[in-house]
């Protein structure tokens, strides 16, 4: 190729390529086309459609605020005889509406904050009876064993809907005095002169999608709190403010994470297993692809369900794998295909997955506040359990709040 025609070339795909960039941000009539959020394009306070709008908050006071769960405090607050007043906020229209997936549970956890669930008709229903692992080709499956103390081992535990043990656990929370706020997100994280951390702002309400308020504006509550806890999940908006400002991530190493991509599936009752649960490696991803399967077989209200995810690690090298695609074709090995044919998917949904392990766990607790569960990267990566170390980290920073609480007021410091 001739120098002359190679630039003649360029000159073109640029040309071009400014021509579709142009055409990509105007309207039919040649207008600047205008991408507008609820706060990025119009700034409230230059924006002449809020002008009249009140702007005040309504502040409430806590002891405690909760991003995400909460039963402990209120269980110590009874038994000690000492009013601690609690609430949680919680971003879901319901309590545990947005949690999806099927887990495999280790009930420690659990034992020790309700002795009684079973008395108390926790929903789990479903205990293992039959581990396997697999290693997969694109043809085969390749059985590996799980001795009896490896973390994957997983006799005595068992397969739960994660969603509806939330509601249960919140059905608990509210019975013993915990102050529930569904359908109501953390927007913002509020501080004191000092830094230290003072509560949370909940969402506004009723914004058109120009950015505009609409007749049914509300504005969020302030809610103050002599102590915040951040339970809001991996990654979360929250969390990710607190790390920089705090700087808690200076002693740990980067966290690494995933994506869990998962699907729930009624199956023909001839090819369901209650109690089994698969994990596999391999086929469909490479060998230097980080990733896995699960499946678990449950039986709720007598309807024969299949929860099936998969996992990839997002340090994935090739840049036109697909998570969603490699799913998909993960369901159509030999071993695989057959347990979903005349099935039907009735729900489906993904999300972020801490990896990093425990050298990645950050500093845990700061001033006004603390981090738990997978705000902090607490999912065992090696048992592919989370729920129980969330539970138990959750009882842990009760217990020392707890008794900071039950100092006099003047001792009350915030560390």
């Excluded at 590996?144 to 994957?152: A, E, F, V, Y």
């Excluded at 656990?169 to 997100?185: D, K, N």
């Excluded at 102590?227 to 403010?241: D, M, N, R, V, Y």
Aim: hydrophobic share 35%.
């Amino acid at each position: 190729m001739s120098s002359t025609f190679r630039l003649c070339l360029q000159s073109f795909v640029i040309k071009r390529i400014s021509i579709t960039r142009r055409n990509s941000t105007t309207t039919s009539a040649g207008s600047p086309r205008r991408l507008t959020t609820h706060y990025t394009i119009h700034p409230r306070d230059k924006d002449e459609r809020w002008k009249d709008i009140n702007m005040e908050r309504y502040a409430e006071e806590y002891d405690v605020a909760i991003v995400g769960a909460a039963i402990r405090l209120k269980q110590l607050s009874k038994s000690k005889k000492r009013e601690v007043r609690v609430c949680v906020i919680e971003k879901a229209s319901t309590i545990g509406a947005h949690i999806l997936s099927g887990a495999c549970i280790e009930t420690r956890a659990l034992d020790e904050l309700i002795h009684d669930w079973k008395m108390k008709g926790a929903p789990l229903n479903n205990p293992i009876v039959k581990d396997q692992f697999y290693f997969l080709t694109e043809n085969s499956a390749i059985s590996i064993p799980i001795p009896k103390g490896l973390p994957m081992y997983n006799h005595g535990n068992h397969i739960v809907s994660l969603g509806k043990l939330v509601t249960w656990l919140g059905q608990q929370a509210e019975s013993i005095g915990v102050e529930l706020y569904p359908a109501t997100a953390a927007s913002e994280i509020l501080f004191h002169d000092d830094g230290s951390i003072k509560g949370l702002g909940t969402n506004d309400v009723g914004i058109a999608k120009d950015g505009s308020p609409k007749s049914s504006f509300a504005r969020g509550m302030e809610l103050h709190a002599k102590c915040t806890i951040f339970a809001e999940g991996c990654h979360g908006h929250l969390a990710k403010q607190l790390y920089k400002r705090f700087n808690l991530r200076k002693d740990s190493t980067p966290q690494t994470y995933g994506i869990g991509l998962k699907e729930i599936w009624e199956v023909d009752k001839r090819k369901h297993q209650p109690g089994l649960i698969v994990h596999t490696a391999g086929w469909p991803l490479d060998m230097n692809t980080y990733g896995g399967s699960f499946m678990y077989h449950v039986l709720d209200n007598d309807q024969p369900l299949v929860h099936v995810g998969y996992v990839i690690g997002l340090n994935y090298e090739n840049p036109y794998l697909n998570p969603y695609q490699e799913f998909q074709r993960f369901k159509t090995h030999p071993k695989i295909r057959s347990i979903f044919e005349n099935g039907k998917r009735i729900s489906y949904g993904a999300r972020a997955l801490n990896e990093g392990g425990f050298q990645a766990i950050p500093k845990l607790s700061f001033p006004g506040g603390c981090l738990i569960g997978c705000s902090s990267g607490f999912l065992n990566t090696p048992k592919i359990k989370g729920a129980h170390t969330a539970m138990k980290s959750g009882m842990i920073a009760a217990e020392s709040i707890f008794k900071l609480l039950s100092k006099p007021a003047k001792e009350h410091k915030r560390k």
